[in-house]
C-alpha cells in the first residue's frame, strides 16, 4: 500500500461524500433498498477500493488481484456506486438499481457485474466462501489476499461460526474479516434482538487475531489491513465501529433506516447535507 498522507486521506473523504451521494440517488431512483449500511460502510468500501486492494478495473479477472468478498449483499449500494467510481462500470448505470433487467440487482450476481467476486444474500455465508478462496490461494501458493466484509446482525447466523473456527483452525492468515459493527439490524438493535459482546473474545476464543476500529477513520482503516498483513499464523478479523446512516442526520443510528430508502423530500435532505459536509472537506474546515 502507498502511504496514507493528508492529501491522499483528503482525496478519500472527498470521494466517499460524493458516493454517499450516490447511494442516496439510487436508492430514491429505484424506491426500495437498504439506507443505513450502505451509508456507514462508504468510508470501508472507499479506503479498499482507492488505496488498499491490489486490483485493476480494466482486467477485472486478473488472476493475482486481491479479492473482497460482501457477505451482507444488501448494502450493495455502497459496493456499486463505489465499483463505479473505480472504473469497473459507468456512474451513469447507477440509477438502474433494481430495475427490471438490470445488472444492478438487489442482490449482487457475480456473472452479470465486473468486480463481483461472489453472488451474495444468504446471510452468514460469506466467509465460508473467502475462505475457499484463501485456501485455493495457499494451495496454488498464491500471495493475493482475501477480504470479507461482513456485518454484525449475520452474526446471529451458524453458519458463520463455523466458518469462523474452520479459519482459525487451519491458520488462515491471508484472510482478513472486517464487520461492520454498526449495532443495528432490520428488527432492533442486535444487543437486544441476539446480544453478540464480548464480540473481540470470542473471535480470540478462536484463534483470530482481532482489531478494533473507528470505521470512519481511514488511517484506522488502512493501519488495521496493515497490522492484518503482518499477522502470519492466524486470520484477522477487524472490528470496525460505525455510524448506520453516516452523514445523514436524520437516519444516524436510527435501526428503521436498515431496510429502506428515502422518499422524494428526504432525498432531497440528505443529499443538502452531504452537499454541506463535501464543500467543508473541500474547504479544510
Known amino acids: 500500500m502507498l502511504i496514507l498522507d493528508d492529501k491522499k486521506v483528503r482525496f478519500l473523504e472527498i470521494l466517499a461524500n460524493r458516493i454517499r451521494q450516490d447511494i442516496i440517488r439510487m436508492l430514491v ?4 433498498g437498504h439506507s443505513a449500511g450502505s451509508l456507514g460502510m462508504a468510508d470501508i468500501f472507499t479506503a479498499f477500493y482507492f488505496h488498499i486492494l491490489n486490483h485493476n478495473a480494466r482486467k477485472p479477472h486478473w488472476p493475482d488481484r486481491d479479492r473482497l468478498i460482501l457477505s451482507n449483499g444488501h448494502i450493495c449500494p455502497v459496493l456499486y456506486a463505489t ?34 467476486e461472489t453472488t451474495s444474500g444468504p446471510l ?14 495457499r494451495l496454488d501458493n498464491k ?23 474452520f479459519a482459525g483452525k487451519n491458520r488462515l ?9 454498526n449495532n443495528i439490524q432490520i428488527d432492533g438493535y442486535t444487543e437486544g434482538v441476539m446480544p453478540l459482546e464480548p464480540l473481540k473474545e470470542k473471535y480470540e476464543a478462536f484463534n483470530w487475531h482481532v482489531i478494533e476500529i ?17 499477522i502470519h499464523e492466524k486470520p484477522t478479523m477487524i472490528i470496525a465501529h460505525t455510524i448506520p446512516g453516516k452523514g ?14 428515502p422518499n ?22
Not at 492468515?173 to 459493527?181: I, W
Request: hydrophobic share 40%; aromatic share 6%; glycine share 10%.
Open 29 to 32: 431512483q429505484a424506491g426500495s
Open 124 to 137: 452468514g455465508s460469506g466467509l465460508s466462501q473467502a475462505i475457499g478462496m484463501a485456501l485455493a490461494a
Open 83 to 116: 465499483l463505479a467510481h473505480a472504473g469497473y462500470f459507468s456512474i451513469d448505470e447507477l440509477k438502474t438499481l433494481r430495475k427490471l433487467n438490470s445488472r444492478l440487482q438487489g442482490h449482487p450476481h457475480r456473472k452479470v457485474l465486473p468486480g463481483l
Open 264 to 285: 422524494q423530500s428526504q432525498a432531497k435532505m440528505a443529499l443538502k447535507e452531504l452537499e454541506i459536509i463535501g464543500r467543508k472537506i473541500h474547504g479544510g474546515i
Open 214 to 230: 473507528d470505521g470512519h477513520n481511514f488511517e484506522h482503516i488502512v493501519d488495521a489491513v496493515a497490522e492484518a498483513k503482518a
Open 248 to 261: 445523514v442526520s436524520f437516519m444516524e443510528s436510527d435501526y428503521k433506516w436498515h431496510g429502506i430508502p
Open 143 to 165: 500471495k493475493y489476499r482475501i477480504y470479507c466484509l461482513t456485518s454484525d446482525g449475520e452474526h446471529q447466523e451458524g453458519n458463520h461460526w463455523e466458518a469462523v473456527m
Open 173 to 181: 492468515s491471508n484472510l482478513t474479516a472486517l464487520v461492520d459493527r
